[in-house]
């Protein structure tokens, strides 16, 4: 692997828990750790947690910028309540897809949009492109969150020891700011995997505390930390589509397959004049 990968803040721990490394644009992630199959199984009856700090964060905010998202990516952002998570998708003017995204709304005119490691930098290059004249800024926020995903059945029972929110009444696709073991997070009832789950948006510096913390209440459970090839067989097994896998350039938003990632855009979507 290149020396040149860039790691996760939890990079050491991975390598004290036997991690496997893969190189996943540029980033040095876990693969897998004892046995993919047995942390797919565990994600399954009990919980997993997994390490995805290489996934990209653009963030946009000002006054237009739920009507600068709308215009910008499939579906209607701004249509999502504060506090809530809708599934979007970039797309060509063609309708071929550019990215499948996560866009959560983190205020009235706040957006968090999370991209796939590989896309992020022509992510934020489009988003620029497509919101120019409107009353919005955007940034590459990445290196501002570590981000550690907790799902399966068992997961909102372990979240709950450590959070000041009640978990379990959390509805899904809810966003908000908590506490969790002492710590300020974003708090997530979102995933990729087709199970119940939690992701944690936190500060670098507190990805290690965070992770220890959680791995430590999930013992009794049956946690088990778990690897990017079992993320893949995970959400491959529930349906879901990824970019780089089901979904490519050569795919659009009109073609069957297995779920779909936003609401369709129609084929002059980004030729139409703002208003």
Not at 147 to 161: Q, R
Request: proline content about 7%; charged content about 25%; glycine content about 10%.
């Amino acid at each position: 692997m290149s020396t040149l990968s860039k790691k996760s803040p939890l990079h050491d721990v991975h390598t004290e828990l036997g991690a496997r490394f893969t190189d996943v644009a540029g980033w040095s992630m876990p693969l897998c750790y004892a046995s993919g199959p047995a942390e797919h199984h565990a994600v399954r009856t009990t919980a997993g947690i997994f390490d995805l700090t290489h996934l990209g964060e653009i963030e946009l905010s000002g006054p237009e910028a739920g009507r600068a998202l709308d215009h910008a990516l499939a579906g209607e952002p701004s249509k999502a309540a504060v506090g809530r998570t809708s599934s979007s998708t970039l797309v060509h003017e063609t309708g071929a897809v550019l990215d499948d995204l996560l866009v959560h709304r983190l205020a009235g005119q706040r957006y968090l949009v999370v991209a796939n490691a590989a896309n992020t930098l022509i992510v934020l290059s489009s988003l620029r492109d497509r919101i120019d004249g409107y009353a919005a800024t955007i940034r590459d926020a990445s290196g501002d969150w570590a981000l550690i995903a907790v799902p399966g059945p068992k997961s909102p029972e372990i979240v709950s020891e450590l959070a000041d929110v009640d978990v379990p009444l959390l509805r899904y696709d809810a966003i908000g700011p908590a506490r969790l073991a002492d710590h300020d997070v974003l708090l997530a009832r979102t995933g990729r995997t087709g199970e119940d789950g939690l992701e944690i948006y936190c500060r670098p510096q507190d990805a290690v505390p965070l992770w220890r913390a959680v791995s430590a209440a999930g013992a009794e459970h049956g946690l088990v930390p778990c690897g990017l090839a079992c993320r893949d067989t995970l959400r491959r097994e529930a349906g879901l589509p990824l970019y780089g896998r089901e979904l490519t350039v050569r795919t659009t938003l009109f073609d069957p397959g297995p779920g779909r990632p936003s609401t369709a855009a129609g084929p002059d979507h980004f030729r139409r004049e703002q208003p």
